[in-house]
Structure formats: C-alpha cells, structure tokens
C-alpha cells in the first residue's frame, strides 16, 4: 500500500507542474503584453503633450507680443516696474503671474536680474530711484509722502517684516515717520524691558487702529510664541496685517478666527490662554484658509522668511502652492528678497558681494507677481544696523517708500492680463494631468 500510495502522488505531482508553468507563463505574457501597452499609450501622450505644448508656446508669445504693441504699454505702469525692464517680453511675463505657464517653458523665456541699477523709462511720480549707486542715494529718497488709501497689504515674515510693518502703519496712523532717536524706539524690541511690555507699547502708539495678537512667553518658548497684527482705518479704508511667520521649524498660528481681527482685544498675558483656531505650516492653507477670508481681503500679500531656517522656501514645490494659493484667492504676490546681514560672512547660508540675490530668490522674484528688490541693503552702513540683522530708522521707511512705488500698479491691471492667459493655463495643466494619471497606471 505504501508503494502504490506514493505513486499516486508522484504522477499527481508530475500532472500538476506543467498546469502550474503553463499558468505562469501565460500570466507573464498578459503581464508583458500589458507593460508594452501602457509603455506605447504613455509615449503616445508624450508625444502628443510635446505637440500641444509647442503649439501653447507659440500662442503665449503671440499673445505677449500683441500685448506689447497694444495700448497696454508701459507708459500706463511706470511705477510697476521698478525691478523689471519693459523694453523685453519677460517684464509682462514676470507680470502676468501665471507661474504654471512660464515654469514649464522656463528655457525659452530669459529674465534680467533685478538689482539696484536697474532702470525704467519712465519715473516720474516715483520717490524711490530706479538707480541706486551709493549711499547717499539712499538719503536722497523722498519720504515725504502722501499717507495712501484704499490699501490692503498683508505682510508674512519675520522680525524685519514685522518692522517694516510697523514703521508704515505708524506712518498711516501719525503722517510721519518713527524718529530714530527716539527711546524706547517702536523697531527696537531690545528696547523694552520685556515683550509683552513690547506688544503693549506699539499697540498703544497705534491706538485705536491696531489689534495685536500677540504673546512670547519670556525664555523663547517659541512653540508658545505668537504675533499675527491688525490695523485698521476704516476712515481712510486701510488695512494693513502682519502675520508672523519664522521659516520652516515654526507654524502659522492665530487665537483669533478672521471674523474677529478688527474687533477689539486685550493681550494675551498667560501661557494658558494660548487657544489657537488654525495652526499649520503649510504656506497655501494659510493664504487660502486664512488671509484670502480677512474682510476688508488684502489686495497685495508680502511675503520672506529669510533670516531664519526656510528650506520649504527653497522647495519648488512650496513655491508652487504659495504662487497658487495666491492666485486662486485673487491676491497679488510680492516677494520682498532679504536684506543684508550687518556681517554677511558670519553664517554658511549668506551670500556674496557679488550675488546680491539668492537662487532661489529669483525664482520667486521671477515668478511672483511683483518683486520688492531689497538688493540696496548692502549700500547701508554698518552703523545703521541695531543687531546682525535689523536696522534704525530710516531704513526701514525706504523699505516701505519703494514698496508703496511698486505697488501703485492697480489690480485690474494684472486681472486683465492673468484673463488673457487663464484658459492656456488650465489646458496645459489639464494636459499634464491627464500624462499623470497615464503614468500613475502604469506603475
């Protein structure tokens, strides 16, 4: 019995092997039929995709050359062109936003960088120079201006853009400039005995137009520390806001929800009464969930955070969502670049004398809206800085004097234009989409 028993398991055996390679090779020849399938589909969209997208480029410089030569000239928008020439196609590029579009065809499209010797046609009624050779040009600037109206301006970055901020909603507020002399000084934080005593000093100068978010426990606590600011004239219709935002490490965090800003609150004196709505790093959550939903909503956004760790600025992928985010809420980008360290050779990170702008500073200058060139920075003398990065007045009035000039462009300007290329956008972005799911198949 034995004998015949294993037998009958070894012709079992010998009848189930060839069923079993039988199997296998059959399933590797559907398996390779397909792979070759799909390897041909997606060379055929490439193909395709490459087809469409020279036809788009042909378009997109047919339109900029119709553009050029229509009676949306230059002329018309003098002051916004500070950083950019108007003499090639790429300032109406670097103006349309439609990041999309120029990132993909970034090889066909040039862009001069845009330093402090750069020169427009037209600068009249501009008060900060177009060229700047040295220091005493700087002092020549004109800061006496009228206080503007109907702007809405939203500042992200750190504590030189909250700086900024504050000398150009004192200027609002006063119809004058911070004095340097004075003590304690409102762009001097080390001033001040602590930061709350900080938050409650600046607030009360711009008593009753500013609402402060603010608190920063002693012995930076930073995950604790928060500083998001409102002012609010609504007899002149100005508001102008400054969201706190310290690189990478450090979340966007507000206690208020964006119904509220303009209401009025008291400070924030305890760590317990931290209670924040909304806390994220994601720079597009934070434009869209956020800023883009502030009433009145910021026509203009100002945005760096280079002083501190940012490598989500340095990824191309971060810089797609913010100029998205932005364009999807109907706000115009500004990229400030960053200013001079008071020792530019004491950090791994800095630049040199001879790049004034960081590489990837000039892809967001390139690609956002409107780029407020802080390049001139290193014309200041060393005495006019208060630490290794922030400086005395008036430095940070010129700061404002030339933002004010670039953003005298008006919004239906870049409307117009972003309109003329919004529907060439999307095709292309549909067409790439439709490559992706093709490839996302395949694997």
């Known amino acids: 019995m034995p004998a015949s028993k294993n037998k009958h398991n070894k012709t079992m055996q010998n009848n189930l092997f060839p069923s079993v390679n039988r199997a296998l090779i059959l399933l590797l020849v559907i398996w390779f039929w397909t792979f070759i399938s799909l390897t041909r589909r997606v060379h055929l969209e490439e193909r395709d995709l490459e087809t469409y997208q020279e036809r788009i480029k042909n378009q997109f410089q047919k339109i900029v050359e119709e553009t050029k030569s229509s009676s949306y000239s230059a002329s018309s928008h003098k002051n916004a062109a500070v950083a950019t020439h108007w003499n090639d196609k790429t300032s109406l590029i670097q103006l349309s936003g439609v990041s999309n579009v120029i990132e993909r065809y970034d090889d066909q499209w040039t862009w001069t960088n845009p330093l402090i010797n750069t020169t427009i046609d037209d600068t009249s009624g501009q008060s900060f120079p177009p060229t700047l050779t040295s220091f005493q040009d700087l002092l020549k600037i004109n800061t006496n201006i009228p206080i503007p109206e109907n702007l809405h301006i939203a500042f992200a970055g750190d504590s030189l853009t909250r700086y900024q901020y504050i000398s150009l909603v004192y200027y609002m507020r006063h119809g004058r400039w911070i004095d340097p002399k004075e003590i304690p000084n409102m762009t001097q934080e080390k001033q001040h005995a602590t930061w709350h005593n900080f938050y409650k000093f600046t607030k009360n100068k711009l008593h009753p137009n500013e609402q402060c978010d603010c608190f920063r426990p002693e012995g930076h606590k930073m995950p604790l520390m928060n500083e998001n600011r409102f002012y609010w004239d609504p007899i002149r219709n100005n508001s102008i806001s400054f969201f706190q935002k310290f690189g990478h490490k450090f979340p966007f965090k507000s206690n208020w929800n964006y119904t509220?800003?303009?209401?009025?609150?008291?400070?924030?004196?305890?760590?317990?009464?931290?209670?924040?709505?909304?806390?994220?790093?994601?720079?597009?959550?934070?434009?869209?969930?956020?800023?883009?939903?502030?009433?009145?909503?910021?026509?203009?956004?100002?945005?760096?955070?280079?002083?501190?760790?940012?490598?989500?600025?340095?990824?191309?992928?971060?810089?797609?969502?913010?100029?998205?985010?932005?364009?999807?809420?109907?706000?115009?980008?500004?990229?400030?670049?960053?200013?001079?360290?008071?020792?530019?050779?004491?950090?791994?990170?800095?630049?040199?004398?001879?790049?004034?702008?960081?590489?990837?500073?000039?892809?967001?200058?390139?690609?956002?809206?409107?780029?407020?060139?802080?390049?001139?920075?290193?014309?200041?003398?060393?005495?006019?800085?208060?630490?290794?990065?922030?400086?005395?007045?008036?430095?940070?009035?010129?700061?404002?004097?030339?933002?004010?000039?670039?953003?005298?462009?008006?919004?239906?300007?870049?409307?117009l234009i972003r309109q003329r290329y919004h529907h060439m956008e999307a095709q292309v972005d549909l067409s790439f989409a439709s490559l992706n799911k093709v490839i996302v198949k395949k694997l």
């Open 260 to 415: 509220d800003v303009n209401k009025p609150h008291e400070l924030l004196t305890r760590e317990d009464q931290v209670n924040p709505t909304i806390e994220t790093n994601e720079w597009n959550e934070f434009i869209s969930k956020f800023v883009a939903n502030l009433n009145p909503k910021p026509t203009f956004f100002v945005y760096n955070e280079g002083i501190h760790p940012h490598r989500d600025f340095m990824n191309k992928k971060t810089m797609r969502q913010i100029l998205r985010a932005l364009r999807e809420s109907g706000m115009i980008g500004v990229y400030k670049t960053t200013t001079k360290y008071k020792y530019h050779n004491i950090t791994n990170n800095r630049i040199d004398e001879t790049n004034l702008i960081r590489d990837y500073e000039m892809d967001f200058c390139k690609k956002s809206d409107l780029c407020a060139d802080s390049s001139w920075s290193w014309k200041v003398p060393l005495d006019y800085y208060s630490d290794y990065a922030h400086f005395h007045e008036p430095v940070y009035s010129w700061m404002n004097v030339q933002l004010l000039d670039l953003l005298k462009v008006k919004k239906t300007d870049f409307n």
